[in-house]
C-alpha cells in the first residue's frame, strides 16, 4: 500500500503481493527487517487514511513516558493542527518570501511525522521521528526569527531611502567623478570617499538603458553618467604642438617685459549647456563664453591668478561670433570692477594679447576675423595687439580651461529648467512662442550666473552675467573707407598659421601718437612686428627678446618657415613672387598681388634669389618679412639712437 500509493487497495492483491514479500526478507535478521520496515514507514504517504487492527492483548501498553528500566523515552507528542499565521509579507520582498516557503515546507514535515509518530509500534523509530520533530519545530521558530529581522531591516532602509531624498533634495550640487568604468568608480568612491557600494548597488544608482522596462524600476536616485570617450579624454598629437607654444611663449615674453603696458586675455567658449532634458529641440542650450585676464608680472606665479569673467547667451537666437567676443571686451573695458588689470593711468593698456581656441568665431587665419580684430584696434585704441592660437585638439594649454574645468564641477547634478515660464516648444521641438522663448532662457541663464557666481575660484570672484542682446561695438568706427580695406591690413597687420599681429604704424596721420613708446621702439628692430618663432642650433625655440636683442636681424628666416606642418614647396608657394611677403593662404595671396603689386608679372630675379640663401644656424632658410616703407629714415634713427 505504500508502494503504490492507494489507501484503498484490492485486498487480495495486496495479501498476495505482502506474502511474495515477505518471503524474499523472511530469511533476513531481525536488524534487516527492521530496516526495511522504516523505509517502507519513512515514506511521504498520509498513512491516516489506512485502517489499522491491533491485536487485543492482556500486556499493558507502553507508557509514552520514559521508564526506569528504558534507555529510550518514548514522550507523548501534541500534534500541530494549525501553524502561526506568517507575518504579512511584501510582493518585493524576496528574501522573506523565500524563508516563509521554507517554513510551509517545514510545517508540512511536522504534520506528517506526527501523524507517524501516532500510529508506529517501533520504540527506535518513534525515538527517530520525535528528534525530527523537534529539529523541524526549532528550524520554524528559528525562520520566523528572521523573518522578524528581515522586517526591520526592510525598515531601516526605507528610513535610510527617505533620508537620502531628504539629502538629496536639499543638496543639488555635487563633485564630479570622472571615471572610465563602473568599476572604477566603485574603487574611487571607496578609496576617495569612504563609500563602499557594491557592483549591483552602484548599477542601481545609475541610469537604466531604457526607463519604461522592469529592470528600471530597481534604480533610483539615477545620476547622470556620461560615457568618456579615449579619443576626447586624451590629448591628440600634432606636429605643430611645440610650434604653437613657442608662439604663445614669445607673446607672453613680450607682455611681460613690458607688463606696465600690456595684459594678457585667454578666451575660449565653454561646452554648451542643455536645458530641461537632453536633445529636447534645436538650439535650446546656452552657450557660455568665459575670459580670464591676467596682469603679465604676474605670468612668473601662476596663470590662475587671473580675473575670470563669463558671459552667458541663448544659442537659439543669438548663438556666438567674433562680433559677440567684440561686444563682451567692449563691456569688460567698460566695467569699473576691472580697470586694475584692464587699464593703466585711467587709459585702456595699449599692448593686448588675446589667446584663443581658434575655432572658426575666433581663428585669426579667417579673413572676417582679421577684420574684426582690426576694428577692436582701432576701437581701442592699441599701440599692438596679438592673437595667438594653439595647435588643433591641444586647447588644453589655453590658460582659461583650468577655471572652466571648476565650472564645470559646479554644474553636477544641477538641471536648468526650459519650460519656467510655460513650453515654448512644439512637438518637434521647434520654437512657437519666441517672447515665451526669451523669457525661459533668460530666467535659465540667470539661474545659471547665479550659480557661478557663488563661489571663489582660485581665491577670486566670478563675474557671471546673462547677455540677452546683440550690439555691435564698432557701428561708429570708421576707416579710410567702409570698411577694413585690405590696404589698411597690409600695411598693419603680420598674417600667420597660427597668430595675427596688429602694430600702430608710424605715420601720425594714420593711428595717432603711440602710447607705449619703448615697446613699439623695441619692435622697430623688426618692422614694428614681434619675430618669427625660430629654431636654434640645437634644435630649440629662441627666446623673442633675445632673438631682436642679440640676432643678426638679416639672418632672421621668415614667418612660419620653422613651423613643422609646412614643406619647402608649400611654403615657396605662400611667399610673394615679387617682394617675398608671406602670407598664411593663397587667397591672401591673391589679394595682396592684386593690392601691391597690380602690373607686376611673374617672379623677380636677383634680390629674391639672394635672400632665399640666407642661413641661421647652418638652417636652410626662407624668405624674410620685408621691410615696408611707412616711415622715413630719419625716423627711425633718432629712434635707435635714442634708445641707444
Known amino acids: 500500500m505504500v508502494k503504490t500509493g492507494v489507501g484503498t487497495p484490492n485486498r487480495a492483491d495486496v495479501c498476495s503481493e505482502a506474502a511474495k514479500e515477505w518471503n524474499k526478507i523472511k530469511s533476513k535478521s531481525r536488524t534487516e527487517i527492521d530496516d526495511i520496515i522504516r523505509n517502507y514507514l519513512a515514506t511521504p504517504y498520509n498513512l491516516c487514511d489506512i485502517q489499522t487492527i491491533r491485536p487485543r492483548s492482556s500486556a499493558p501498553r507502553e507508557d509514552s513516558t520514559p521508564r526506569e528500566d528504558s534507555t529510550l523515552p518514548f514522550p507523548t507528542f501534541p500534534a500541530i493542527h494549525s501553524a502561526d499565521p506568517i507575518l504579512e509579507i511584501s510582493v518585493n520582498a524576496s528574501a522573506q518570501r523565500k524563508v516563509a516557503d521554507e517554513i510551509k515546507i517545514a510545517e508540512k514535515k511536522v504534520t506528517e511525522f506526527e501523524q507517524i509518530y501516532n500510529i508506529t509500534t517501533d520504540s527506535q523509530f518513534r525515538h527517530d521521528t520525535y528528534n525530527k520533530i523537534k529539529n523541524l519545530r526549532a528550524e520554524i521558530e528559528s525562520n520566523r526569527e528572521r523573518i522578524i529581522k528581515l ?309 577670486k570672484s566670478v563675474d557671471a552675467r546673462y547677455v540677452e542682446e546683440l550690439a555691435n561695438p564698432f557701428e561708429n568706427l570708421e576707416f579710410e573707407e567702409c570698411f577694413v580695406p585690405w590696404s589698411w591690413i597690409e600695411n598693419h597687420c603680420n598674417l600667420c598659421q597660427y597668430s595675427l599681429d596688429i602694430k600702430r604704424c608710424v605715420n601720425t596721420s594714420c593711428c595717432g601718437p603711440s602710447r607705449a613708446k619703448e615697446a613699439m621702439d623695441f619692435l622697430l628692430l623688426n618692422n614694428g612686428f614681434l619675430p618669427p618663432v625660430t629654431k636654434g642650433r640645437d634644435r630649440h625655440f629662441t627666446s623673442a627678446i633675445h632673438l631682436l636683442e642679440y640676432y643678426d636681424h638679416l639672418k632672421i628666416p621668415g614667418y612660419d618657415s620653422h613651423c613643422p606642418s609646412f614643406d619647402q614647396t608649400t611654403y615657396s608657394r605662400l611667399c610673394c613672387s615679387v617682394c617675398g611677403k608671406y602670407f598664411p593662404t593663397l587667397t591672401f595671396m591673391t589679394n595682396h598681388k592684386r593690392t601691391m603689386h597690380p602690373a607686376s608679372r611673374g617672379r623677380l630675379k636677383g634680390k629674391s634669389k639672394e635672400q632665399n640663401s640666407r642661413v641661421l644656424d647652418d638652417f636652410s632658410l626662407l624668405p624674410s618679412q620685408q621691410k615696408q616703407p611707412l616711415f622715413d629714415e630719419t625716423y627711425l634713427r633718432d629712434c635707435i639712437s635714442d634708445r641707444d
Not at 569612504?194 to 557592483?199: E, G, L
Not at 607682455?255 to 595684459?263: G, H, K, Q
Not at 566695467?335 to 581663428?363: A, S
Not at 554644474?411 to 512644439?426: E, Q, V, Y
Open 151 to 459: 522586517k526591520g531591516m526592510l525598515d531601516m532602509l526605507k528610513n535610510a531611502k527617505k533620508k537620502k531624498e531628504k539629502y538629496f533634495t536639499k543638496i543639488r550640487r555635487k563633485e564630479v567623478v570622472k571615471v572610465r568604468t563602473i568599476e572604477n568608480l566603485r574603487k574611487n568612491l571607496e578609496e576617495n570617499y569612504d563609500v563602499y557600494m557594491s557592483r549591483t548597488t552602484l548599477k542601481n544608482y545609475l541610469l537604466p538603458r531604457q526607463s519604461n522596462s522592469i529592470a528600471a524600476r530597481a534604480h533610483h536616485h539615477s545620476a547622470w553618467v556620461a560615457v568618456a570617450g579615449v579619443s576626447r579624454t586624451e590629448t591628440r598629437d600634432h606636429p605643430d604642438g611645440h610650434y604653437c607654444l613657442a608662439s604663445v611663449k614669445y607673446a607672453r615674453q613680450f607682455a611681460t617685459v613690458f607688463a606696465d603696458n600690456s595684459v594678457v586675455i585667454s578666451q575660449d567658449d565653454k561646452a554648451k549647456i542643455g536645458l530641461g532634458v537632453p536633445a529636447v529641440g534645436n538650439g535650446q542650450k546656452l552657450v557660455p563664453s568665459v575670459y580670464l585676464m591676467i596682469k603679465p608680472n604676474e605670468l612668473n606665479d601662476e596663470l590662475r591668478t587671473g580675473q575670470l569673467a563669463i558671459h552667458v547667451r541663448h544659442q537659439w537666437s543669438l548663438g556666438t561670433s567674433s562680433l559677440t567676443y567684440m561686444q563682451d571686451l567692449e563691456s569688460l573695458v567698460l566695467d569699473p570692477q576691472y580697470n586694475d588689470v584692464l587699464k593703466t593711468n585711467g587709459e585702456i593698456r595699449p599692448v593686448w594679447v588675446l589667446l584663443v581656441d581658434g575655432g572658426p568665431d575666433e581663428n585669426p587665419r579667417h579673413l572676417k576675423n582679421i577684420k574684426t580684430y582690426c576694428q577692436l584696434f582701432r576701437k581701442f585704441d592699441l599701440d599692438y595687439l596679438t592673437v595667438r592660437t594653439h595647435a588643433p585638439g591641444q586647447s588644453k594649454y589655453n590658460p582659461v580651461e583650468r577655471g572652466m574645468a571648476t565650472l564645470s564641477g559646479k554644474l553636477a547634478g544641477i538641471t536648468l529648467p526650459i519650460d519656467h515660464f510655460g513650453s515654448h516648444l512644439n512637438t518637434q521641438g521647434k520654437v512657437i512662442d519666441p517672447e515665451l522663448a526669451l523669457q525661459n532662457f533668460r530666467y535659465a541663464g540667470e539661474s545659471l550666473c547665479d550659480i557661478w557666481s557663488r563661489d571663489l575660484i582660485f581665491g
